[in-house]
């Protein structure tokens, strides 16, 4: 499977949840490829835009469509990364807001070893 390929099948699944990618190709084609190379690296398709463990468990949070996508497009248009948006904002009706951290940082400074 390829970015192109990804981006179509997701794009099947989570369209009708009302989550859209951003209409930047530029950022979205290669967080695809991000998300292909963690699939490979780790077995499943850790954020690319967290540090991830490799421990599935750990990583749990973080496996897009992270735990966090569905409160960030709600609150701010976006996910973390911005790969997913709100209608709106796919539309041109919204902006998309700074999405700050909402993973715990105990998580993060896992995948560092601290």
Do not use: H, W
């Not at 735990?67 to 976006?78: K, L, N």
């Amino acid at each position: 499977m390829n970015a192109e390929q990804l981006r179509n099948a997701l794009a099947k699944v989570q369209e009708p949840k009302g989550y859209y990618f951003n209409v930047d190709d530029k950022m979205v084609m290669p967080l695809m490829e991000s998300l292909l190379i963690n699939k490979e690296r780790y077995g499943y398709m850790a954020c690319p835009c967290r540090l991830a463990t490799g421990d599935y468990e750990t990583d749990r949070d973080i496996i897009c469509p992270c735990e966090y996508r569905e409160p960030d497009v709600q609150e701010f248009g976006a996910c973390f990364c911005g790969l997913y948006v709100s209608k709106a904002v796919r539309d041109g009706q919204e902006k998309i807001r700074d999405v700050p951290e909402r993973r715990d940082p105990e998580r993060a400074l896992a995948a560092l070893g601290l």
